[in-house]
């Protein structure tokens, strides 16, 4: 395992509030994210690399290596990466932003998965953060991000019921201060140099799960299986050769 990397002068000038953490117990959003990052992460061969942005304590990432695969967290975090390291230590966890020199701080090579939830909401400067992410995926691989979603209905909702104060959170230190929709979440993408993604709702109506591809065509998706195995060799094999661009799927 290599050897944890310096921490750049960024991270402690970066303005990021990054959570506190005393152990590496899951949080309740692993609940519903987690089923629908499997599904899109589709067939694992043994030793897949997979960079988690923002990974907090690991417990999420870490459920990859359960499937075999190599994983590498980031979070601007020391308590995060400390709980990490101490709960996941075939793992590689450092306290590092994302940019787009994420893979020369890290001294790695290109990832086959990059997945990066709930962190978009916190940044103040999602564009770095966005080119980080998708600089640090191999062509053809796959980014996962999720995001709370923010649209015309949901908004509507909120007023209507006068849950604003309660759902900005504003009194939390550290908390969202950013609100992203599908429009805004596509533009971002976008000016980041992808122009092509796709959108899958999760969460608390299950029954909204769809695929939202660039053609606009709608596609209802089967749940994914409720047991995780690490595929063999000659199966992993089997797979379908991947486009040179990035998928990219956005769950909200």
């Known amino acids: 395992m290599a050897s944890p990397a310096p921490v750049p002068d960024s991270v402690a000038s970066s303005g990021v509030n990054a959570h506190t953490f005393g152990d590496a117990t899951p949080v309740h959003t692993h609940d519903y994210l987690w089923p629908a990052i499997r599904y899109l992460a589709g ?16 417990s999420l990432s870490a459920r990859f ?3 075999g695969c190599t994983v590498v967290g980031l979070d601007a975090s020391d308590t995060g990466i400390a709980a990490a390291r101490h709960a ?6 450092e306290v590092l932003l994302a940019d787009e020199k994420v893979l020369a701080n890290l001294g790695e090579d290109p990832f086959d998965i990059v997945i990066s939830t709930e962190v978009v909401e916190h940044l103040y400067d999602p564009r770095a953060y966005m080119r980080g992410c998708l600089a640090a995926i191999r062509p ?7 995001t709370p979603y923010h649209g015309y209905l949901k908004n509507l909702a909120i007023a209507l019921t006068d849950h604003w104060d309660t759902h900005h959170t504003v009194l939390w230190d550290g908390g969202h201060i950013k609100f992203w929709s599908r429009k805004t979440l596509t533009e971002l993408l976008a000016t980041s140099g992808l122009q092509k ?9 299950p029954f909204s799960v769809e695929v939202h591809g660039p053609l606009r065509r709608k596609t209802r998706i089967d749940p994914p299986p409720k047991h995780d195995q690490p595929l063999s060799e000659n199966k992993a094999r089997r797979t379908v050769q991947p486009s040179a661009e990035p998928s990219v799927v956005l769950l909200i």
Do not use: Y
């Open 140 to 146: 053809g691989g796959k980014f996962i991000i999720s």
């Open 88 to 93: 996941f230590p075939t793992a590689r966890w």
């Open 43 to 58: 067939e694992l061969a043994p030793g897949t690399r997979v960079l988690d942005i923002g990974c907090g304590n690991g």
């Open 65 to 67: 290596l359960e499937l």
């Open 197 to 205: 993604s796709q959108f899958m709702g999760v969460g608390r109506v």
